[in-house]
């Protein structure tokens, strides 16, 4: 996988989204420095997504996280964002760090130009009730051997996530992991 950028990339990730209403500056004061934030929000109208982005944005940068926007390059790109995350495999003019969700082989090999590859769901999960899971064994078998860009998604919490390092899978992302009642540890 390429890697686009000199920082390291984030072992954990905060995946934003409507549900979380103000849990959402919760959940940002919980992720370590360094972690990454998917900004998704895409239900939102564009003037509200924007001004919302726009003070994510202003708390990421005091907290050194790395913002990643749910969009197309050239959006990223404009909204100043360090990432995208999506399915497009489009190249953009400045190093974006770039992230793409998979929840098959098929996906997987699609994002095979990311530097995360968010295989999903892992675990049962509030965003996707009643989705059939992956589990332990077919997350194994559907990464196979490169897991240096694999994030888990899906149900992840500290307890998950550190089961997970038996298959050599050190990222995680999560929504409600982060905006739950304890801290979590990385």
Do not use: C, K
Request: proline letters at 7%; glycine letters at 10%.
């Amino acid at each position: 996988m390429p890697l686009r950028q000199a920082r390291p990339l984030p072992t954990v990730l905060l995946m934003t989204d409507e549900r979380m209403g103000d849990a959402l500056w919760d959940a940002l004061a919980r992720v370590p420095r360094g972690a990454g934030v998917v900004f998704r929000h895409r239900s939102l109208v564009p003037a509200e997504r924007r001004a919302l982005y726009d003070r994510v944005r202003a708390v990421a940068r005091r907290r050194q996280l790395r913002l990643i926007l749910a969009g197309s390059p050239r959006q990223a790109i404009a909204w100043r964002a360090d990432g995208v995350h999506g399915r497009s495999p489009h190249r953009a003019s400045r190093p974006l760090l770039r992230s793409a969700p998979a929840h098959d082989g098929i996906e997987l090999r699609a994002a095979h130009h990311a530097d995360l590859i968010l295989v999903s769901p892992v675990y049962p999960t509030r965003s996707h009730p009643g989705a059939p899971t992956l589990g332990l064994v077919r997350l194994g078998l559907l990464i196979g051997r490169d897991r240096s860009g694999i994030v888990a998604l899906g149900g992840m919490n500290d307890a998950r996530a550190r089961s997970l390092r038996r298959l050599g899978v050190r990222r995680w992302a999560g929504i409600d992991g982060w905006s739950g009642g304890g801290v979590i540890r990385t």
